[in-house]
């Protein structure tokens, strides 16, 4: 049977050789701070029901609103793929009582999420995710760390051109007393019918209006960070003296407007200087209402999400990815069958150890066999003949500087890199 060449759904990430190897060094130097932190992983279903993006996410959001992958299941359910990985982790705390034990509650994840979104340069329909949550405690201390392992995983990687923006939004009655003069200033403005509907909604979205004339019309708006009480001041305050402490450098943003409805007093994002459009590599916040919202108790949390195809593409932008990292330590090119056979052990040996060493099947001859070790881009390289094997030395030849050394096989481990 033959049939036309089937294509990946438009606007999915997806990462193949070539390139899945910086992906994954990526997610995974995203990853490590938040282990060391004692965050403990939380692996969830990338589907729900949409009840639970509907309440916790909010229906005034454009993800909610606009972006979700929502569908009816074989039983008549209404289920959601995941578009953020928080109140999926809050539906889950709750649910298992993870909530009932030691506080706060500290969780990491990574995955793939969902948005129906406009695909374009670091904006995709299926992107991928690291996230961590704290809790169940209020102390600012911890909005400080959340945010200080987020930037040591971008430090990690190497990355500079980036920087920390951070508000606060204060609590319920902060909020309450900004809205009632945001909407008064709003009302003097002329709006079209969608905008003004918009505002309705969540008048703060207004403040994340792209276009030229409305950024004027918002310069004089009254910004949230004006009217916080004095609770949220000094909590704030105290987030941003932490940060100090710990040199995580950021800026104030009081005009930051984020895409979901759950987030309360802290609330951050990093952005990257040469992403253009789609510039934010993570965000996130405290979201003191939401477990509430979703039927537990009343606590509060803090968490962020970091956007690994951005923080990738910026990593890359930077020229910070060195090739070299991922290169396979050593290829092995047996002649011959006993040749072969002693390979094999050489390659299970030197892998119990920790070294990546591929070798050359299919007796493709030396030739052709130094063109695969070329094109793999290993380090080094060794062909094992009849005369090798006899003397138990070998030629280790580094790929790169064309050098090369006769080396006893038995210790070829100590001449890898380390
Ligand atoms: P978010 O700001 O919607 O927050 O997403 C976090 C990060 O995911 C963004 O900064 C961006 O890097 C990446 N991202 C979002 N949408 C896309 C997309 N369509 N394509 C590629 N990357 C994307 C949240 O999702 C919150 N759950 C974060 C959080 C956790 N807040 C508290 N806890």
Known sequence: MS????QAPKGVSEYVPGRSNAFEFVRNSLIAPAKRAGYQLIELPVFEDTELFRRGVGESTDVVSKEMY???DRGGRSITLRPEGTAGVMRAVIEHGLDRGQLPVKLWYAGQFFRAERPQAGRYRQFYQVGIEAIGLDDPAIDAEVIAIADSGFKSLGLRKYRLEMTSLGDTASRAAHRVDLLKFIEGLDLDEATSERAKMNPL???????????KAMLGAPLLMDYLNAESKEHFKKVLGYLDQMEVSYVLNPRMVRGLD????????????????QSGIGGGGRYDGLMQALGGQSLSGIGFGLGVDRVLLAAEAEGILSEDAFASDLYI???GEPAKEMALKI???LRNVGKIVEIAFGDRGLKGSMKAADKIGATYVIVLGDSELGSATVELKHMKTGESSTVKIAS???HLKP
């Open 70 to 72: 929502t569908f009816e």
């Open 205 to 215: 979205r207004l403040f994340d209006d792209k276009r030229e004339e409305m950024k």
């Open 412 to 414: 070829l481990q100590q």
């Open 3 to 6: 049939g036309q060449k089937i």
């Open 333 to 335: 090119i047996p002649l």
């Open 347 to 349: 390659a299970k040996d």
């Open 262 to 277: 759950y987030y309360t007093g802290t609330t951050f994002e990093f952005v990257h200087e040469l992403l253009g459009a």
